[in-house]
C-alpha cells in the first residue's frame, strides 16, 4: 500500500509499505477514504515529539471501509463505512470505565500519562495512521462507529478529532448561561471551540490569533469578535479592556507548544529544548480570564516543565481543566447538532490533497501559506 512516512523533522515522502495484517482477534484492517492533517501533526512534522521513528505513519484523523476483521470483532462487518477515534483504547479499564478514553491504561506501553493515538510516535504507542491507504484498527469492537446515513464523510471526517476536541474544550471550559469566553488559537481546534461555546450558552466569544485570514473565519465560522495579538501592544490588556477590567469568565487555549508572540519562550523551547513547549498563550488565557474563572487547554505540550504562571493561576484561584479529547464521548451530541444544523464542521476544510502530494500538503499547512485552514487527504481521488 501506499503510506505518508516519516523521514526526518520537515521530511517525509510518500512509500509502498506492506499492506497491514490483523495481528490480533480484535483489529479491523480500515481502507482509508478520507484522511485530514491535524495541528497536532505539525508538532511531529516539526520534530517536537520524542520517539518519531524513521518510517512512522502519521494520520489519526480518518474516515474508511472496513475491509477485514479478525475472529472476535462483533461490533463491525466488512464494508461498514466508519469513523475512528484518535485514541486507541480498550474500554474497560479503570480509566476507559469512567470515559478517559485518552487514558487508557492498557494501549501504550511506552507512557502512563497518555494513551494510545494512532500516527503519533512510539511515545502514544507506536500505531501506525491513517495518512495512508491502508491501516490496522486494533481493538475494533471498542473505538469505530458506524458513519449515519445522513452524515456527510467529511463531517464525520473532522468529527474523529479536530471538531471534537474543539467542543471538549468548550466543555471543560465550564461556561455558564451568559458567561465571556475567549479562545486563543484559530486554527481548527479554536474554531470549533469558539463556534461550541455558543452551545454551550456563551454570551460573548472573543478569538485570539494573528493571522488575520483565520480571524476572519473565526468571524464568519464561529461568529466570533476578534483580536490580533500582533496589532495590539499588550493582548492581556487588550481582553481585560474588553471585559469591564476583570476577565472573560473563561479561556480555551487551542494553540499548544509552539505558540508565537514570546521570544524568549520560543527559543527555550523550540531550539534549545529546555522546556515541553512555549505556554504563551496558556499564560495569556491565565493571565486574562477574572479570578475564580475557569482555563481549559487544548493545545499539545511535551511531558516536561514549561514555563507556565502557575502561581498566578493559584493566586486567581482558577481551574484548569485539560486531556487529550475522548472524542468518541461527543459524537451522540456532534451527531445532533449536525443533524439540527447547528454545526457544519466540514466548512472548516481548505484543501484537499491527493496522498501522493501530502509533502507538499504539510509543507503549505506548516508554513500557513494559501490561507490554508484545514487540509485533507484523498488517498484515491
Ligand atoms: N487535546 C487534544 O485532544 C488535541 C487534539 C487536537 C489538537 N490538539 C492541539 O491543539 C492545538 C491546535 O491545533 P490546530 O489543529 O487548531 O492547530 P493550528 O496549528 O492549525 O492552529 C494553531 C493556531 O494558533 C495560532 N497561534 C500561535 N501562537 C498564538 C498565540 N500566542 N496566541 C493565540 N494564537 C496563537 C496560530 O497562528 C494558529 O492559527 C495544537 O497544539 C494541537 O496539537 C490537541
Ligand atoms: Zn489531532
Ligand atoms: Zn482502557
Given at each position: 500500500m501506499k503510506a505518508m512516512t516519516y523521514r526526518g523533522p520537515y521530511k517525509l515522502r510518500v512509500e509502498e509499505k506492506p499492506d497491514p495484517v490483523i495481528e490480533h482477534p480484535n483489529d479491523a484492517i480500515v481502507r482509508v477514504e478520507l484522511a485530514a492533517i491535524c495541528g497536532s501533526d505539525l508538532h511531529l512534522y516539526h520534530g517536537m515529539m520524542p520517539d518519531t521513528r524513521i518510517g512512522h505513519t502519521f494520520g489519526h484523523e480518518f474516515i474508511g471501509t472496513v475491509e477485514e476483521i479478525g475472529p472476535s470483532v462483533q461490533n463491525l462487518a466488512v464494508g461498514d463505512r466508519v469513523l475512528v477515534p484518535f485514541n486507541v483504547y480498550c474500554g474497560s479499564c479503570f480509566f476507559c470505565a469512567r470515559g478517559l478514553y485518552s487514558n487508557c491504561h492498557n494501549v501504550n506501553p511506552n507512557a502512563t500519562a497518555v494513551g494510545g493515538i494512532y500516527g503519533y510516535s512510539h511515545t502514544t504507542g507506536g500505531y501506525d495512521g491513517g495518512q495512508a491507504e491502508l491501516v490496522r484498527v486494533p481493538l475494533a469492537d471498542v473505538g469505530p462507529s458506524v458513519i449515519p446515513d445522513d452524515i456527510h464523510p467529511e463531517d464525520a471526517l473532522l468529527l474523529t478529532d479536530a471538531f471534537s476536541t474543539g467542543y471538549f474544550g468548550a466543555q471543560l471550559a465550564d461556561i455558564e448561561e451568559g458567561d465571556t469566553a475567549v479562545v486563543f488559537g484559530a486554527g481548527p481546534v479554536g474554531l470549533a471551540a469558539a463556534r461550541s461555546c455558543w452551545?454551550?450558552?456563551?454570551?460573548?466569544?472573543?478569538?485570539?490569533?494573528?493571522?488575520?485570514?483565520?480571524?476572519?473565519?473565526?468571524?464568519?465560522?464561529?461568529?466570533?469578535?476578534?483580536?490580533?495579538?500582533?496589532?495590539?501592544?499588550?493582548?492581556?490588556?487588550?481582553?481585560?479592556?474588553?471585559?469591564?477590567?476583570?476577565?472573560?469568565?473563561?479561556?480555551?487555549?487551542?494553540?499548544?507548544?509552539?505558540?508565537?508572540?514570546?521570544?524568549?519562550?520560543?527559543?527555550?523551547?523550540?531550539?534549545?529544548?529546555?522546556?515541553?513547549?512555549?505556554?504563551?498563550?496558556?499564560?495569556?488565557?491565565?493571565?486574562?480570564?477574572?479570578?475564580?474563572?475557569?482555563?481549559?487547554?487544548?493545545?499539545?505540550?511535551?511531558?516536561?516543565?514549561?514555563?507556565?504562571?502557575?502561581?498566578?493561576?493559584?493566586?486567581?484561584?482558577?481551574?484548569?481543566?485539560?486531556?487529550?479529547?475522548?472524542?468518541?464521548?461527543?459524537?451522540?451530541?456532534?451527531?445532533?447538532?449536525?443533524?439540527?444544523?447547528?454545526?457544519?464542521?466540514?466548512?472548516?476544510?481548505?484543501?484537499?490533497?491527493?496522498?501522493?502530494?501530502?509533502a507538499e500538503a504539510y509543507h503549505v499547512f506548516s508554513s500557513k501559506l494559501d490561507d490554508i485552514i484545514k487540509p485533507i487527504v484523498v488517498p484515491a481521488p
Open positions: 452551545l454551550m450558552g456563551a454570551g460573548r466569544v472573543i478569538v485570539v490569533d494573528h493571522l488575520d485570514y483565520r480571524l476572519r473565519k473565526a468571524e464568519e465560522f464561529a461568529f466570533a469578535e476578534t483580536i490580533n495579538f500582533g496589532k495590539v501592544g499588550d493582548i492581556v490588556r487588550e481582553l481585560k479592556y474588553a471585559t469591564g477590567g476583570l476577565g472573560a469568565d473563561v479561556a480555551v487555549e487551542a494553540v499548544g507548544a509552539e505558540a508565537d508572540g514570546h521570544v524568549l519562550q520560543h527559543v527555550t523551547s523550540a531550539k534549545l529544548k529546555l522546556q515541553g513547549g512555549s505556554p504563551v498563550a496558556l499564560n495569556w488565557a491565565i493571565d486574562s480570564v477574572r479570578k475564580g474563572g475557569t482555563v481549559s487547554v487544548m493545545g499539545a505540550f511535551g511531558p516536561i516543565f514549561s514555563a507556565v504562571k502557575f502561581g498566578d493561576a493559584v493566586n486567581k484561584g482558577l481551574t484548569i481543566r485539560t486531556n487529550q479529547a475522548p472524542v468518541k464521548r461527543q459524537w451522540p451530541r456532534l451527531f445532533e447538532h449536525i443533524r439540527a444544523g447547528h454545526i457544519s464542521p466540514r466548512d472548516m476544510i481548505t484543501h484537499r490533497f491527493p496522498l501522493d502530494d501530502i
